[in-house]
């Protein structure tokens, strides 16, 4: 049987199949309407979500109102400030936004040079043969439990940097008070969580990176080179400075999974709800002063306001996940994956 026919006779068979099936509108007007409910599902379940919280933290909000992220009240024995007092129903969401904000950006300052070389490498420079396991393995690291991170660094991380680290950083920039362990020996604190978020951010920069990096055409590497530039030269005005919008993009991906994280944070942060200069010094961030003390609130008050916390942390990392989504659709819509 020759090509011509047999083409002619699978379309037969299509066209007998379409007339024996009958009229298809209601399968199709079923189908419309099925995907058109799974798609207004997300926006229900998050607005179920934000309702759920505005609701249940109303307590806090009528008592402190927007001042509950920036107030400090005074202890009346020692006359120092104070954040956090469940016993005398005192609330302040201060220390753990500070905490929240110093260990992510410890985070990112750390994570994006090491993310963003790690994908100029598997992007430009790589071999063939390596590629395809280090992106695997770079990839693996954003499927580890969070929980394992956190396990890893109390036995592993925590104690190299009490040991070797933090006296070096001490020692040598302990003149700017940003290291100053006299309060705080054990290993724990801001720069512990910073570093545990770090590793954890890697991947999801780093993967968002090259993915804008393979978005650039190739013909923009050649016309580069073609002009006598270097490698080097090539990479930074051929390919960097295309992808900028998306690498940002990617970057504040990162910042919101930093922002949100839970269990690793709470388990190296120290969980103090005080303000410090020293990195190395005990902090609290918002997603783990719910994780410690959800279930121990016995007061409708500290429910409230630990739950306050939950919206405002909500609302930050909404927006700041749909941001960074949008940088990185600007940078790789329509664009076609290049492998080189």
């Not at 179920?48 to 400090?72: C, D, E, N, P």
Request: aromatic share 10%; proline share 4%.
């Amino acid at each position: 049987m020759s090509l011509a026919e047999s083409a002619r006779e699978e379309q037969s068979a299509v066209r007998r199949f379409l007339l024996s099936r009958g009229n298809s509108a209601f399968a199709d007007r079923t189908f419309h309407v099925l995907m058109v409910v799974c798609a207004l599902s997300i926006f229900a379940i998050v607005g179920l979500i934000a309702w759920r919280l505005v609701v249940s933290s109303q307590i806090t909000w009528s008592k402190f109102g927007f001042h509950f992220f920036y107030q400090t009240f005074t202890d009346s024995v020692t006359g120092q400030p104070m954040y956090w007092d469940p016993v005398n129903g005192l609330f302040s969401a201060v220390p753990f936004v500070y905490g929240t904000l110093v260990s992510s950006f410890l985070a990112l300052l750390i994570a994006v040079p090491l993310a963003v070389g790690l994908a100029v490498f598997l992007t430009e420079m790589c071999p063939r043969s390596l590629r395809g396991p280090l992106a695997f393995l770079t990839e693996l690291l954003a499927a580890i439990p969070s929980v394992i991170y956190g396990l890893w660094a109390v036995f592993v991380l925590v104690p190299l940097l009490r040991e070797y680290v933090n006296p070096l950083l001490v020692k040598t920039l302990g003149w700017s008070g940003f290291f100053d362990d006299s309060m705080n020996p054990t290993g724990l604190g801001f720069l512990t969580g910073g570093v545990i978020l770090a590793i954890m951010i890697l991947p999801i920069i780093s993967s968002l990176t090259r993915e804008v990096m393979t978005a650039v055409p190739h013909s923009q590497r050649e016309a580069v080179l073609a002009l006598g530039a270097t490698r080097w030269e090539m990479i930074r005005m051929g390919v960097l400075r295309n992808a900028r919008i998306g690498i940002v993009g990617g970057i504040i991906l990162g910042l919101g999974r930093a922002l949100g994280e839970t269990m690793a944070i709470t388990m190296v942060i120290g969980n103090t709800p005080e303000i410090h200069k020293s990195l190395l010094a005990n902090g609290g961030s918002m997603a783990a002063v719910i994780a410690n003390e959800f279930t121990e609130a016995v007061s409708d008050m500290h429910r409230s306001a630990l739950i306050e916390i939950g919206l405002a942390l909500f609302i930050v990392t909404i927006i700041v996940n749909a941001f960074a989504q949008l940088l990185v659709w600007a940078v790789t819509r329509g664009a076609p994956s290049q492998v080189h």
